[in-house]
């Protein structure tokens, strides 16, 4: 799980609940309908991680996930 390239600069996500590849920046899958994580915002730094993030990739602070 987690952020792809592809031959093309679309960038995907894999949907957790069926593993389709989907826009990185859809917010529910268009095969299943499982919704999509967001990012996760820093609340130190402000900096957007990987819905997946323990820690902020800028500052080191957990992201409480």
């Known amino acids: 799980?987690?952020?792809?390239?592809?031959?093309s600069s679309t960038q995907t996500i894999d949907c957790?609940?069926?593993?389709?590849?989907?826009?990185?920046?859809?917010?529910?899958c268009?095969?299943?309908g499982t919704?999509?994580?967001g990012e996760v915002?820093?609340?130190?730094?402000g900096n957007m991680n990987e819905p997946d993030?323990?820690?902020?990739?800028?500052c080191g602070r957990s992201t409480g996930v």
Not at 53 to 58: G, L, P, T, V
Request: proline share 5%; aromatic share 6%; with cysteine.
């Open 1 to 7: 799980a987690g952020l792809t390239g592809e031959k």
């Open 16 to 28: 957790p609940g069926c593993g389709e590849a989907c826009d990185s920046g859809a917010r529910f």
């Open 30 to 32: 268009s095969d299943c």
């Open 35 to 37: 919704a999509i994580p």
């Open 41 to 45: 915002r820093c609340e130190r730094c």
């Open 53 to 58: 993030a323990k820690f902020c990739d800028q």
